[in-house]
């Protein structure tokens, strides 16, 4: 049996704070992920807000600055709106954050597969090159995404998930914006393009409650681009995943386990943006278990607290206006300006509607 002081689950961005937080303060931390080459594959926009822009400082990552969102309503108007930030070699962004846990002194496994969970005797059993290591941890954080290992093995309901598929295909003249397409074509969802200097990535999200069939409607958008000349016919990569759209689980500590990142349902129900939550909830985590570990009883009760204060009304407003739209989608009104402005962030009326 090999024992640590904390088990970090997942090393995409949170997990990688975490690790990295925890690791720094000098406790034993192993971080175990079940991808082989870290990052990969992409299921991501790539796109980071400006605030999260010093995480990028220093690191081989930057692809292209975003000056602002062009949001493309049902009746053909746009509206520009302020919303700058960095498109990010995603893979590379979440190798680096590993490897400044490593350097922090924290231990990564990978390819390496959580496979049994005990919380009361704070035992996990990882499968690695083949075998069952055994392993007995203080703190445990659950970084292991929307469809969480952690939260089965720990019986927690599932989180609601919009489904995405995206291209990564050429871009025939440079763009400083990214564009989002609201429509009822994307019930649940929207579509976007997100420019990364000679390329963009070209994609969209959709509840697969009300439409599961995601490559007709964006095969349908590439061929438009395509004939008005913004985009290449090469289909450079394909990807997709799953994103939290719920809002966050109702618990984010159990026991000495703490969920962040996507695991925790902190990603925006509307957006679908997870990074900067990812890092800043990671970072959290990985400060209260060694808080914690130390000897503050409250450590963890308060990393919950603080993820309320920082996260709970975006997220809720989110939430809100999902609910809102839910019963409109494949209806007339789905096709009205004014309804889709109600539920985009770019508009003042998603706002405002929350308020009343």
Known sequence: ????????????????????????????VLAVDRR????????CAEFIPTPMSRYARGLPVRQQAITGM???????????SGFPGLMIDRAEFDRALA????????????????????????????????????????????????????????????????????YTVPL??????????????????????????????????????????????????????????????????RTGGAIPVGGPRRHLREGSTLFVGDAAGLTHPITGAGIAAAVISGEHAGAAVAAWLAGD????????EDMQDQFATALERAVERRQTLQNLWRTPAALRDDTQRRGWIAFDEYYEAATT
């Open 1 to 28: 049996m090999k024992s640590v002081d904390v088990l970090v689950v997942g090393l995409g961005p949170g997990g990688a704070s975490a690790a990295g937080r925890a690791a720094a303060a000098g406790l034993d």
């Open 36 to 43: 082989r080459v870290l990052g990969e594959p992409v299921q």
């Open 70 to 80: 062009t949001s493309i309503l049902p009746s053909g108007k746009t509206h520009r």
């Open 99 to 166: 490897r400044q846990a490593q350097e922090n002194g924290a231990e990564l496994w990978h390819p390496a597969r959580l496979t049994a969970l005990d919380p009361l005797r704070q035992q996990a059993s990882v499968r690695k090159d083949g075998r069952e290591v055994l392993l007995r941890y203080r703190a445990l954080v659950a970084a292991d995404g929307p469809h969480s290992t952690v939260a089965a093995h720990l019986g927690l309901p599932p989180l609601r998930m919009l489904l995405t598929r995206q």
């Open 172 to 237: 025939i003249r440079p763009h400083h914006d990214t564009l989002i397409w609201l429509s009822d074509d994307y019930p649940g969802g929207y579509a976007w393009l997100f420019p990364k200097g000679d390329v963009a990535n070209l994609g969209l999200g959709l509840d697969p409650g009300l439409q599961r069939n995601m490559k007709t409607p964006l095969d349908d958008l590439h061929r438009r681009l395509v004939d008005q000349g913004t985009v290449g016919a090469e289909v450079l990569r």
């Open 297 to 304: 009883s409250d450590a963890l009760e308060d990393y919950e």
